[in-house]
């Protein structure tokens, strides 16, 4: 077998094996040599070609690394990391936003409270009403500094940029997880001089001695990996600086071969001759696995003085110091939480390397190594967004994306997803206590999204993700009870059935399948023994007309319309117009998204961009599916209005001042409440996991969750609230009695302005008040009569009394069997 080997000159040419060999002859005297000299003039020969084949090779090996290396800083060095990304915080002039919230978000999104640097995602600085923005260079671009004036610290006055105006600006994602096996907690960055004294000196005493000396890579470190490992083809332990562990966090994979381990050096070198010292600490200690404790995983030093000692960092003591410090080698057999003996004795350890460098005295090594280590109570733990963490990993595959190996950017607003889980955990707080004696905590799920693109904004499975890591939004399926309903008049106002048309609300027993009955009652057992108007009946969810409704507009059409709405089919029963077919609340969330979107249905969507940042403000209408048409949605969302004006949901009437929403309540065994603005649909649930009856109505257990979580999304993103829903071609506005379904005269008294289309909109006027013969017991005063203006609606009405007796009592009479009779006063 022959070994061919090239090598590279200064100028860049290349020299073949035969040039090489050329040259080594050349380098031998004319005269005679010994065998001896022979021997050695050759092995000389061969170390210079394996010098220069091996300086070639290192130098190829080097500019390939630093490529890597330049295009991760070029697009900056922490968005560029694989894993899942939140979808990024726009800020907008006018929106109401505190100077300090501001701040905070910029903290997570990875932007730092110092000198620029193409570390991070970008710089601030605050002054007394600004926050000036410096966002990281891009590719070698330097953008423009962005001026974030504010007007009495909370609210965005103007948002300029070099000078000029801006409507919005966006800011860098935040990291969701880059590491799916563990859910993270709230993260921001820190800066080197934001590390105490303390835990600075313990890490490097503990972990890298040399490493303001050394340029990436501890040759004398290496070599006694290589001695402890010597005769096994994977590396077992030691050797690697905080350099290389930072690339090997960052940039490789957990395996440990030489090959990696080559990789992890080179990558090192590089980073050294980019970066300062001081930002690579910095880099390493915000990106530090530190350990689990509860569902959270500790991700760098900041995050573990909170979830261990309950602390800002800069208030640690040196022993918590130098348990953190501690913790890098071995996260978990080093636990405070599961081995608390271990953590003690490597606490004691870093204490001694801090003397054995000097770092501190005999009587602080004393101290700290007497000082017990107290975790702080788990109250208020949580990792971020972990039902949706756990749920898009689940589904990555339809989307053929790998989120360990690339940048995933999501749809999750983690501003409303931080309203999401305050809002539920109140309501399931005050819950709890009214179950106290009850065996089972109430749970609950919220989940909200845009139904003109799918996009899941905000996603909460339960009360506790420690405890429980079932979703309940995408995966427990329960009867949404009269959340349903709407979906039986949408499929009635298709066939035809007008809003106004009547039916007898009163009890009844209905045949179906030929010889099979059925017998509904309304919710509470009462009835108004009168007909009302299908309107009506929706608006008062009452169960006796949805059933009527149902069975006149044929259950197999509703079973096929709910499916298009995206609902499970349900089985065609009578009952089934109640909502007795189990859905999840992200199936029911969707499509109610349907009536906000004008009858189109969008697919639920949790992956927005695959490599780059998603476009902002552009609308996924296109991939839209028509379900009902437009002027059907409208009026299903014209009644569900009326649902918070004067139904069901009423309690939550004025909650969004200025924001038009429509609402269902919806009462099973559980509580429900789904509401809808132009812009966001959000679902509530309430009820307990064994299925037991939770004994409230979806107004009193889940209308107040969402009413609290609508009420601080809006606030946040007023783009979300809209005066008006859009009005379609084809509806006109009607007012009608709301008493019979005719046209109003003025003097019904229960007039409503009701959306109805021109063939399903009423004909006839009321003739049951002010306007009748004096026989039927209504009069109108004739002195009145003639002050009246000619033009005057009620001076027609009474100037024409065209209606007999025989008109005025004409109605249609239903029995207990479904039969309807035309009667009068005559019968």
Same mark, same amino acid.
């Given at each position: ?12 040419? !290349? ?65 560029? !990391? ?132 050394? @340029? ?55 980073? &050294? ?203 427990? !399926?329960?009867? @949404? ?134 476009? #902002? ?79 409230? #109505? ?114 249609? &009479? ?14």
């Amino acid at each position: 077998m022959s070994i061919e080997v090239t090598s590279i000159a200064p100028d860049g040419k !290349r020299f073949s094996p035969r040039t090489i060999a050329a040259t080594v002859r050349n380098c031998l005297p004319n005269s005679p040599l010994t065998n001896k000299q022979l021997v050695v003039r050759f092995i000389f020969g061969l170390v210079a070609v394996a010098t220069i084949a091996s300086g070639d090779a290192l130098l190829r090996s080097y500019k390939y690394y630093s490529r890597i290396i330049d295009a991760r800083l070029a697009s900056g060095y922490l968005t560029s !990391r694989p894993g899942l990304y939140a979808a990024p915080r726009t800020i907008a002039r006018g929106e109401k936003l505190a100077k300090q919230d501001l701040v905070t978000a910029l903290r997570r999104a990875g932007y730092v409270d110092s000198l620029n640097s193409n570390v991070w995602n970008g710089s601030f600085r605050e002054t007394s009403s600004t926050v000036e923005i410096s966002p990281a260079a891009t590719n070698g671009i330097k953008p423009a500094v962005v001026t974030v004036l504010f007007k009495n610290n909370r609210e965005i006055e103007a948002l300029l940029a070099d000078n000029l105006p801006l409507d919005t600006f966006a800011l860098a994602p935040e990291v969701l997880s880059n590491d799916l096996s563990s859910k993270t907690g709230e993260h921001d960055n820190l800066t080197y001089d934001e590390i105490p004294p303390a835990l600075n000196h313990a890490i490097l005493s503990i972990e890298d001695q040399r490493f303001f000396e050394h @340029p990436g890579v501890d040759v004398w470190g290496i070599a006694r990996a290589l001695v402890r490992n010597a005769g096994d083809d994977r590396v077992g332990q030691g050797g690697s600086t905080i350099t290389q562990q930072l690339v090997k966090n960052t940039y490789l994979s957990s395996e440990r071969t030489f090959a990696r381990k080559y990789a992890e050096a080179m990558l090192a070198f590089a980073l &050294e001759q980019r970066l300062s010292k001081q930002d690579i600490f910095a880099l390493y200690c915000n990106e530090v696995y530190l350990g689990q404790r509860g569902a959270v995983g500790v991700r760098g030093v900041r995050q573990a003085a909170r979830i261990y000692f309950g602390k800002e960092l800069k208030d640690v003591s040196l022993a918590e110091a130098a348990t953190i410090a501690g913790l890098i080698q071995g996260p978990a057999r080093y636990s405070l939480v599961y081995h608390p003996e271990a953590a003690q004795a490597r606490k004691t350890l870093v204490l001694e390397a801090l003397l054995r460098d000097r770092w501190i005295t005999n009587e602080q090594a004393r101290s700290a190594r007497t000082e017990p280590l107290a975790l702080s109570q788990l109250k208020g733990l949580a990792s971020v967004a972990p039902y949706f963490v756990d749920y898009v990993d689940r589904t990555s595959d339809q989307y053929d994306v790998q989120p360990a190996q690339q940048k995933i950017y999501t749809t999750i607003d983690l501003d409303m997803q931080r309203l999401a889980e305050n809002a539920l955990r109140q309501q399931l707080d005050r819950l709890a206590v009214a179950y106290k004696g009850h065996p089972a905590k109430p749970q609950g799920a919220l989940v909200a999204l845009d139904p003109k693109t799918g996009n899941v904004l905000a996603m909460v499975g339960g009360r506790d993700y420690a405890e429980s890591q079932l979703n309940r939004v995408t995966d427990a !399926r329960r009867q @949404p009870g009269s959340t349903f309903k709407p979906f039986v008049y949408a499929a009635a106002l298709e066939d035809g059935m007008s809003p106004v048309q009547t039916f007898s609300d009163a009890p009844r027993e209905f045949v179906y399948d030929r010889n099979k009955t059925y017998r509904p009652a309304n919710f509470g057992g009462g009835y108004s023994l009168s007909d009302v108007t299908m309107r009506t009946a929706l608006v008062e969810s009452l169960n006796v007309v949805t059933v009527d409704i149902a069975l006149q507009t044929g259950l197999a059409r509703i079973a096929n319309l709910a499916s298009d709405f995206g609902l499970p089919r349900p089985e065609r029963y009578p009952s089934m117009a109640l909502g007795t077919e189990e859905v999840t609340p992200l199936e029911l969330a969707a499509a109610y998204a349907v009536f906000a979107n004008g009858g189109h249905r969008v697919e639920p969507k949790v992956i927005a961009s695959v490599g780059e940042p998603p476009a #902002t403000h552009i609308s996924n209408g296109n991939n839209s599916t028509p379900v009902i048409s437009p002027t059907t949605a409208y009026m299903i969302t014209n009644m569900l209005e009326a649902v918070v004006d004067h139904g069901t949901a009423q309690a939550a009437r004025g909650a969004l001042m200025g924001t038009s929403f429509a609402a269902k309540t919806g009462t099973s065994r559980d509580g429900w409440f789904v509401g809808y603005t132009p812009k966001l649909v959000c679902v509530v649930w309430i009820g307990f996991d064994d299925n037991q009856q939770l004994g409230l #109505t979806g107004a009193a257990a889940a209308l107040p969750a969402w009413v609290n979580f609508m009420q601080g999304a809006i606030a946040t993103n007023p783009e979300l609230g809209s005066e008006n829903f859009d009005c379609p071609e084809g509806i006109e506005f009607v007012e009608i009695d709301a008493d019979n379904g005719l046209r109003s005269t003025l003097t019904c008294p229960h007039r409503e302005l009701i959306a109805v289309t021109e063939r399903l909109a009423p004909n006839l006027e009321c003739y049951r008040h002010g306007n009748l013969p004096a026989s039927t017991g209504y009069t109108v005063d004739e002195g009145a009569e003639r002050d009246l203006p000619n033009d005057s609606v009620l001076a027609q009405h009474s100037r024409s009394r065209l209606r007999s007796d025989f008109l005025a009592l004409t109605r249609i &009479e239903v029995d207990m069997k479904g039969k309807r009779t035309l009667v009068n006063a005559m019968r």
